[in-house]
């Protein structure tokens, strides 16, 4: 359906272009032919522009598609992207290009999402932090995730592990808060950055513990990561798919787990639940973003996409390498998570009062 123009130039070529006003405007101001032929333009070009989204939607993917990644290559949402780009491509078949844009917990390239037009050319991958945490944590934030941004679909649940360098002297989470407590403000942590997911997780598990552990943040999650083998800070709170390698090659160690996953590499790890930590449980998941105004249309294609490429077996392979858990919820239910869980999460992280540098 056309919906008419409302703007005013639009209104009195309306006007003008009636057929009666044509005639009596016609006789009365002398107009030619050629006014009339220019009115009727108008109108035609008025409708066009109307009608313009949905045949815009329907020729969608008409040019390549770019998916904005806050992390270096070889981050965990990279990890994530470049497989999903290959099947997004061969899915819709334009070239799917992923940019990486690290630093300032997300701000980046959630900045270059809300500058791109709606029109489902710039994705980006979001985590909680991108669409829940950070309006608690940046006080002069870039972007509204409310308004500036539309969830496409989930597309992990991310367990995180708590990691520490193999030298440090603890085998338990209560060993470590133990020589925190005996040497408060001495022991360190790594983070991707201020409001990142292993900052704002690791200051819930600190309030919980109620110990005095200093945060060192980085520009991405490798950064935070060989401070850890190097020694420079004692621990990480990282997803599994990051920290993997090096805890199959004992240079780190599992001390806990967020959620069960089906990986020897952590089979034995403890959870936090089961360590009397609450609230971490799928605390962390990833997933696909685009522009606010982007055409339903384009958003349920896209969310579709997703769904099926989940189901493919390289990729459900390459989530069970790095112990995470597929996730896929239609656009409308995983809209309504994210807006559940800023509701749950406001009050605690306001408490908190976590802040960027």
């Given at each position: 359906?056309?919906?008419?123009?409302?703007?005013?130039?639009?209104?009195?070529?309306?006007?003008?272009?009636?057929?009666?006003?044509?005639?009596?405007?016609?006789?009365?101001?002398g107009m030619p032919r050629s006014g009339l032929?220019?009115?009727?333009?108008?109108?035609?070009?008025?409708?066009?522009?109307?009608?313009?989204?949905?045949?815009?939607?329907?020729?969608?993917?008409?040019?390549?598609?770019?998916?904005?990644?806050?992390?270096?290559?070889?981050?965990?949402?990279?990890?994530?992207?470049?497989?999903?780009?290959?099947?997004?491509?061969?899915?819709?078949?334009?070239?799917?290009?992923?940019?990486?844009?690290?630093?300032?917990?997300?701000?980046?390239?959630?900045?270059?999402?809300?500058?791109?037009?709606?029109?489902?050319?710039?994705?980006?991958?979001?985590?909680?932090?991108?669409?829940?945490?950070?309006?608690?944590?940046?006080?002069?934030?870039?972007?509204?995730?409310?308004?500036?941004?539309?969830?496409?679909?989930?597309?992990?649940?991310?367990?995180?592990?708590?990691?520490?360098?193999?030298?440090?002297?603890?085998?338990?989470?209560?060993?470590?808060?133990?020589?925190?407590?005996?040497?408060?403000?001495?022991?360190?942590?790594?983070?991707?950055?201020?409001?990142?997911?292993?900052?704002?997780?690791?200051?819930?598990?600190?309030?919980?513990?109620?110990?005095?552990?200093?945060?060192?943040?980085?520009?991405?999650?490798?950064?935070?990561?060989?401070?850890?083998?190097?020694?420079?800070?004692?621990?990480?709170?990282?997803?599994?798919?990051?920290?993997?390698?090096?805890?199959?090659?004992?240079?780190?160690?599992?001390?806990?787990?967020?959620?069960?996953v089906p990986d020897a590499a952590f089979g034995?790890?403890?959870?936090?639940?089961?360590?009397?930590?609450?609230?971490?449980?799928?605390?962390?998941?990833?997933?696909?973003?685009?522009?606010?105004?982007?055409?339903?249309?384009?958003?349920?294609?896209?969310?579709?996409?997703?769904?099926?490429?989940?189901?493919d077996g390289a990729m459900r392979q390459m989530?069970?390498?790095?112990?995470?858990?597929?996730?896929?919820?239609?656009?409308?239910?995983?809209?309504?998570?994210?807006?559940?869980?800023?509701?749950?999460?406001?009050?605690?992280?306001?408490?908190?009062?976590?802040?960027?540098?």
């Amino acid at each position: 359906m056309i919906r008419p123009c409302d703007s005013r130039p639009c209104r009195q070529l309306s006007r003008a272009a009636s057929p009666r006003a044509g005639r009596v405007r016609a006789v009365r101001s002398g107009m030619p032919r050629s006014g009339l032929q220019w009115v009727w333009a108008g109108l035609v070009a008025c409708a066009a522009l109307a009608a313009g989204t949905p045949a815009q939607a329907a020729d969608w993917p008409a040019r390549p598609i770019t998916i904005v990644v806050n992390g270096g290559p070889g981050s965990l949402p990279d990890l994530f992207a470049r497989p999903l780009a290959e099947r997004l491509h061969h899915a819709f078949g334009q070239p799917v290009v992923v940019e990486n844009k690290p630093g300032a917990g997300g701000l980046l390239a959630m900045q270059q999402l809300k500058s791109a037009p709606p029109d489902g050319y710039t994705l980006a991958l979001v985590t909680n932090a991108h669409l829940v945490w950070n309006p608690y944590i940046f006080p002069a934030l870039t972007y509204d995730p409310v308004r500036d941004v539309v969830p496409v679909s989930p597309l992990a649940v991310i367990p995180m592990a708590l990691t520490v360098n193999d030298k440090v002297p603890a085998q338990s989470l209560a060993q470590l808060f133990g020589l925190a407590r005996q040497q408060p403000g001495r022991l360190n942590y790594a983070s991707s950055g201020n409001g990142s997911p292993p900052h704002v997780l690791f200051e819930m598990l600190r309030e919980q513990a109620g110990v005095d552990i200093m945060h060192v943040p980085f520009k991405t999650g490798t950064g935070a990561l060989n401070s850890v083998l190097a020694g420079d800070t004692q621990m990480y709170f990282a997803g599994t798919a990051l920290v993997e390698p090096m805890v199959k090659e004992g240079r780190l160690r599992v001390l806990a787990i967020s959620d069960a996953v089906p990986d020897a590499a952590f089979g034995r790890a403890p959870t936090l639940a089961q360590q009397d930590f609450r609230g971490f449980e799928g605390a962390v998941w990833l997933g696909v973003a685009a522009r606010a105004g982007t055409p339903d249309a384009i958003v349920q294609r896209l969310n579709a996409q997703i769904g099926r490429a989940q189901q493919d077996g390289a990729m459900r392979q390459m989530y069970a390498s790095h112990g995470s858990l597929p996730y896929h919820l239609d656009a409308a239910a995983f809209a309504q998570r994210v807006a559940d869980e800023r509701k749950a999460s406001g009050p605690v992280l306001r408490k908190l009062g976590i802040k960027p540098d």
